[in-house]
C-alpha cells in the first residue's frame, strides 16, 4: 500500500464499496459527515462497521457534524416534513431527496483534513446511475472540483467510485 487517501463513508452500500477499492490501493482514513439526515443513526453504525472492520486507527477516523444543511432545508432527507420523493424521477428533473450542494460541503472537509494529514487522494461513492437528477453526482461536477482542488497544497484528486 502506498499514499494515504481519505473515504467518506455514509455507511451505506456506495461508500462501503468504495472504501473497499480505495483500501486496494491507498492506506485509509474515514470521514463520516451528519449533516441531519433522517437515517444518521443508521448510518453511524455502519460507518463504525466499516471502520473497524478494516482497523483504521482512531487517528484517521474523522465524524463531524455540519447540520446547517437540514436547518436550510430543501430536501426530503433532511426535512421530516417532506416526503420521499418515488425512486424513478426523470432524470432531468432533481429529486425531492438531493440535498443542495451537499457533496461540495462534504468534499470541502474532506480536502480540508487531507491537507492536514497527508492524503493525496479523496474518495466518494457518488454514482451518477443512481441519481442522475443530482448536480453532484455528474461527472463535469468532479471535474470542476478537482480543478479547484488544484490550488490546494499537495494537490488532493477526488475519486468517484463509478459502476464496472
Known amino acids: 500500500m502506498n499514499d494515504l487517501a ?23 482514513a474515514l ?12 448510518e453511524l453504525k455502519a460507518f ?4 473497524s472492520h478494516y482497523r483504521v486507527p482512531k487517528e484517521r477516523i474523522l465524524i463531524t457534524s455540519i447540520d446547517y444543511l437540514s436547518k436550510i432545508g430543501g430536501s426530503s432527507l433532511t426535512d421530516p416534513r417532506m416526503n420521499v420523493q418515488d ?12 440535498v443542495p450542494f451537499r457533496n461540495t460541503h462534504l468534499l470541502t472537509i474532506a480536502v480540508s483534513w487531507g491537507e492536514v494529514i497527508g492524503a493525496r487522494k479523496i474518495f466518494i ?14 461527472p463535469v461536477y468532479y471535474e470542476a472540483f478537482n ?3 488544484r490550488w490546494v497544497p499537495g494537490q488532493q484528486r477526488v475519486s468517484r467510485w463509478r459502476r464496472p
Do not use: F, K, W
Request: aromatic residues 4%; negative net charge; contains cysteine.
Open 6 to 28: 481519505i473515504v467518506l463513508v455514509s455507511g451505506g452500500m456506495d461508500s462501503c464499496i468504495t472504501a473497499a477499492l480505495a483500501r486496494t490501493q491507498h492506506e485509509l
Open 31 to 42: 470521514l463520516h459527515v451528519n449533516y441531519g439526515q433522517r437515517t444518521e443513526s443508521r
Open 48 to 51: 463504525h462497521d466499516i471502520a
Open 87 to 98: 425512486a424513478q424521477v426523470p432524470a432531468r428533473e432533481i429529486p425531492t431527496s438531493y
Open 125 to 138: 461513492g457518488a454514482v451518477e446511475q443512481d441519481n442522475p437528477g443530482y448536480p453532484d453526482c455528474r
Open 147 to 149: 480543478n479547484l482542488v
